[in-house]
Structures are given as structure tokens and as C-alpha cells.
């Protein structure tokens, strides 16, 4: 394939901010919304899922275009599955633009963190945009080690009942095809099994154990698509949301601290990716050699781990 194809305790923010049938981007016609933020050292997104029908690439791209930014990491879940043949022309936009900041010449610096949506496409991606891709990445900043890691190495539920995972995967998808234009039903079903198996509650909790045991100050993760922050025994929490619903969220980082901004809402008349929607099918995860039957292991000090 050319790369010139490629064309969510804390539901709040950290600080205070401003407050998609399918289209090709080029229709759109309205400006795009103005963001919260214009510069940032470290830029942070997840959960994008290239290739479903909610995925909100074009949001995406205006915000890694328009954000003045030293480094920006890919928090993993950038696609949903290996069909490349569902990804749309605003999919394939949101890549190029991508391989475009990866040129040395940007001066920028572009990392992909493998989700579990992404296991098979990590070296396919490294080649086709040009990026390296970490099961875990750390990077040292404001006198503070940070860790990004997506998150699914966290949810047991998924790693212990692969075949119920599979099955659950198999409904969801299914009744997305009967679901109306709004994907209500759908929506529903997300919100339920993310509350059902306390998927965010799990996520941080082991999240702030693994730092804890790295000893990072701060930790990253995406994967339950809720944004959420928490601090306990001098660690901090972070997860990213996801760009799959109206409320896509995103995290910036700079010497005031981490801020947690929620992009705009769509500009009245402004055409979108897609339809509004959420789709979330959890996939057996990879455990990377994370998480193990008895908890996560200690180590003295993280490095980042290429895929």
C-alpha cells in the first residue's frame, strides 16, 4: 500500500478546559472546532481503532496538526483489526499525516504503544509509517519518570477467558448490523460491560501497582476508553479515554504538569468521520511478559521495551 494513501473517583479533567454515515474527510466543509491547548511537550491519544465505523480520525489528525508538540506517543488501539479494507479515506489520512511528523526533518519525535487491537500490525506499522513500536515506553522529563503502557496487560478478565472474550467480541460485532444510526444499543452495551467487570477500576489499580513497582512517578495507560485520573502513594494516573464517541479525549504534557483536555465537540453542520457511535470489542490481550497468574513482577527501574 503507498504511503501517500495514508492520507476517560475522576471522570473530569486535570485542569480546566473548553469544555461521526460514513463520508470521506474532503467533504467536510465546516472549520474545525478550536482546541484547548497550542503547544504541549509530550501529546497523548489512544483507542483511535482505524477501521471501525466510529473511529474519529479526522478529529484526530486536526488535533496532531494543529498541537505545537516536541513528542507525541500513539497509546495503542490505533487500529481495531487487521482489515485494512475498512479503513476510509480519513483513516488513511490520519497515517499519512503520521509518516509525515515521523520525517527527521519535523524534528519531532512519534512513538507507537502496541494495544491489544494492534498485536500483528506492530512491525507491518513500524515500516509503513515509519515509527517505532514499544510494548512499554520511558522517557524521563521535568525531573519525573514517566511510563506509557496501553493497558490491556492489566485487564485479567481478558487475559483469563480468552474463548468469552472471543464470544463477546462475536455478539458485539453482530449486533452492531441491527443496531440504529446512532448505535444507542450498541453505546449500551460498551458502557455495561466496562461498569460489569469494573474494567477502569482494574486497569488503574494495576497500573499504579506496576509503576509503583518501576518506580515511575507517572503512568499512561488507555484501553478501558473512560478517562480517569488518580494519585496514590506519590504515583500518578492517567488514562487517556479514546476517540471512538463525541467525549474524545486526550492528554498533554508540559513543565505545569499532565492536563487531561477533552476535544471540542463537533462545529454545527461540520460532516463527520462517521456516525456517533462507540464500538469496543476487547481482544485477548498479550501479556508481554507483564502479568503473570501470581501478580506483576517487581523490577528496580523500567526501560522501555520495542516491540
Known amino acids: 500500500m503507498a504511503p501517500d494513501r495514508m492520507a476517560r473517583n475522576h471522570q473530569a479533567s486535570a485542569s480546566p478546559v473548553a469544555p461521526c454515515e460514513e463520508l470521506p474527510a474532503e467533504t467536510t466543509t465546516a472549520p474545525p472546532a478550536a482546541l484547548p491547548i497550542s503547544t504541549c511537550d509530550t501529546l497523548i491519544l489512544s483507542d483511535l481503532h482505524l477501521g471501525a465505523e466510529v473511529s474519529r480520525a479526522a478529529d484526530a489528525m486536526h488535533l496532531i496538526e494543529s498541537v505545537d508538540f516536541r513528542q507525541l506517543i500513539l497509546l495503542g488501539d490505533i487500529f481495531h483489526d487487521l482489515n485494512f479494507g475498512r479503513l ?13 511528523l515521523s520525517n527527521p526533518k519535523r524534528r519531532r519525535k512519534v512513538i507507537w504503544v502496541e494495544g491489544n487491537h494492534d498485536v500483528g500490525l506492530s512491525q ?14 520511558v522517557w524521563e522529563y ?16 481478558v487475559n483469563r477467558n480468552v474463548l468469552l472474550s472471543r464470544f463477546f467480541e462475536w455478539f458485539y460485532n453482530n449486533a452492531q448490523k441491527f443496531d440504529s444510526k446512532q ?11 466496562t461498569r460489569w467487570l469494573r ?4 486497569v488503574a489499580e494495576g497500573a499504579l501497582q506496576y509503576a509503583q513497582e518501576g518506580r515511575a512517578d507517572r503512568i499512561f495507560c488507555g484501553h478501558t476508553h473512560e478517562s480517569r485520573t488518580e494519585t496514590r502513594n506519590g504515583v500518578e494516573y492517567f488514562n487517556t479515554g479514546a476517540w471512538m464517541d463525541q467525549n474524545a479525549t486526550f492528554i498533554a504534557v508540559d ?9 471540542p465537540n463537533r462545529v454545527p453542520g461540520r460532516v463527520a468521520d462517521r456516525h456517533p457511535g462507540k464500538e469496543r470489542v476487547t481482544l485477548p490481550a498479550r ?5 503473570d497468574p501470581a501478580g506483576l513482577p517487581a523490577h528496580p527501574f523500567y526501560e522501555s521495551l520495542r516491540c
Open 88 to 100: 476510509t479515506g480519513a483513516h488513511w489520512k490520519f497515517l499519512s499525516a503520521i509518516r509525515k
Open 287 to 291: 501479556s508481554a511478559d507483564l502479568v
Open 124 to 137: 507491518l506499522m513500524s515500516h509503513l509509517v515509519g515509527v517505532p513500536v514499544y510494548q512499554r515506553y
Open 183 to 193: 448505535k444507542s444499543m450498541s453505546r449500551w452495551l460498551d458502557r455495561l460491560s
Open 199 to 202: 474494567l477502569s477500576d482494574k
Open 142 to 157: 521535568g525531573g519525573k519518570r514517566h511510563l506509557a503502557i496501553h493497558g490491556h496487560q492489566f485487564d485479567r478478565f
Open 255 to 263: 513543565l505545569r504538569g499532565v492536563h487531561l483536555h477533552v476535544y
